[in-house]
């Protein structure tokens, strides 16, 4: 694809939706525009406040206010992107809305390794966004025809894509590309929306692009289809006959990926996998435990813990759970309690020190007689917001208040409580 085709489809007006604006990124895929982003050095962009003066900069020294504009927008969101990319980021073009659904650089590994594993090789990735999969694919020697309706997304995954001889970039609309000769798909069906006033998530699979009821048909037409979906989906929404396996990057759910046919694991319908700095730790069930009426409870013992979010998402509470001894403290309520503190990686666990009902003016004189000036408060099933409350606790808690404290607030049947607990 030549420059100038690049230029006039990071430009133009078409649009999947007519009433998202476009992120210009015409002046960057100009010799001037690209020359100058390269030339930025690292910290150019880091801050808001960083982003403004190089701008400043880049204007007094006579650049086009255009390209300035373009440019520092493409440093600011390079910055912001090495939490997904790390080092890769620093070469791509962006777009906001790309980047709030992009995949991390080490998930987007794991999703090209089930490709590999199946003895897959052509993939078509459908919905590509920045391509972030599709680079991941690549890496790993796959075939990699990546498909992107937006015409300035896909512009910008043209440009993230050449390094990689054996990917290239379809700008068309995935539900009508041809997958003859193509062994296997993966999509990530865009969830957002953008306006003037910043990017929305959509919740309705039937309004994602491409809908989930088409994923539904290209699995049931016997090929091997991998998906990306919002972590939030209702579990009524996933299809039978799929793995689904949630996924969490230290401690935030990023997805759940559905997996079908070949690219499903046999025996697995559900799947935790937590990824943090010392390493992968994943449950596995072939059955969904929401229904928990069945679980037995204790009061609380001496130390309480909070599954992982992916773990409370694929309904592995109870597998969780397990693994320590633990016991639930209400059937309905995601925190267990245990009389010691195992280590796991599927929960953080918290020294229980005191138990006092859920009272807002008791709490506030707690906070003051004990000097409590820092309060972390979490909660599972009350209908409480944790940030005014603290407020609230805080207000009178004196300036010269220096006591650290972390509440957990939940309930056990009927009764509200607050925990008093120190993070093991």
Same mark, same amino acid.
């Given at each position: ?21 476009v992120?210009n ?15 930025l050095?690292?910290?150019?962009a ?21 390209v ?7 440093a ?40 590999v594993?199946?003895?897959? @090789?052509? &993939? =078509?990735?459908?919905?590509?966004? #920045?391509?972030? +999969?599709?680079?991941?694919? $690549? !890496? *790993?020697? %796959? ?73 539904e ?36 759910? @990023?997805? &759940? =990926?559905?997996?079908?046919?070949? #690219?499903?694991? +046999?025996?697995?319908?559900? $799947? !935790? *996998?937590? %990824?943090?700095?010392?390493g ?80 807002v ?43 650290? !404290? ?19």
């Open positions: 694809m030549s420059p100038d085709t690049l230029e006039r489809m990071a430009s133009s007006p078409q649009r999947a939706d007519a009433n998202q604006t992120e990124l015409a002046p960057v895929l100009t010799p001037e525009g690209f020359g100058l982003l390269e030339s050095p690292a910290d150019a880091t801050s808001d406040e960083a982003a403004l003066a190089t701008n400043l900069a880049l204007r007094k020294a006579g650049h086009d206010a255009e300035v504009t373009a440019v520092v927008h493409q600011r969101l390079r910055a912001l992107a090495s939490v997904k990319f790390g080092p890769f980021a620093e070469h791509m073009l962006l777009t906001r809305a790309g980047l709030e659904q992009a995949t991390r650089v080490n998930v987007a590994a794991l999703h090209a390794q089930r490709y594993k199946a003895g897959l @090789t052509r &993939v =078509a990735d459908l919905g590509c966004g #920045l391509g972030a +999969d599709a680079m991941a694919m $690549a !890496a *790993l020697e %796959l075939d990699v025809t990546a498909v992107e309706l937006d015409e300035t997304t896909a512009a910008a995954a043209m440009v993230n894509l050449m390094p990689w001889p054996n990917a290239r970039l379809v700008q068309g609309d995935a539900t009508e590309f041809d997958l003859t000769g193509f062994d296997a798909v993966w999509l990530d069906p865009a969830r957002r929306t953008t306006t003037s006033s910043g990017t929305s998530r959509v919740f309705d699979p039937e309004s994602f692009s491409p809908p989930l009821s088409f994923v048909r290209l699995a049931d037409s016997g090929l091997p289809v991998g998906v990306k979906l919002g972590p939030g989906i209702p579990h009524e929404s996933i299809p039978a006959g799929c793995e689904a396996q949630w996924v969490s990057v230290e401690g935030s759910v @990023t997805e &759940v =990926a559905l997996w079908f046919g070949p #690219l499903a694991r +046999d025996g697995v319908k559900r $799947a !935790a *996998l937590v %990824l943090a700095a010392g992968a730790a994943e449950l596995t069930g072939e059955t969904h435990d929401d229904a928990a009426d069945d679980v037995e409870v204790s009061e609380m013992r001496g130390y309480l813990y909070e599954p992982d979010g992916a773990v409370i998402r694929a309904g592995l509470v109870r597998e969780a759970m397990s693994r320590v001894g633990g016991h639930l403290l209400d059937p309905h309520i995601a925190y267990f309690t245990s009389d010691a503190a195992e280590p796991t990686p599927f929960a953080r666990a918290y020294k229980v020190l005191d138990v006092m009902p859920y009272n003016k008791g709490l506030k004189r707690w906070v003051k007689e004990n000097g409590i000036g820092v309060l972390d408060i979490k909660k599972r099933g009350l209908d409480v917001t944790p940030e005014e409350l603290r407020r609230t606790l805080l207000a009178g808690a004196g300036k010269k208040a220096k006591g650290k !404290a972390t509440l957990i607030l939940t309930r056990i049947g009927d009764s509200r409580i607050a925990v008093n607990v120190e993070p093991v």
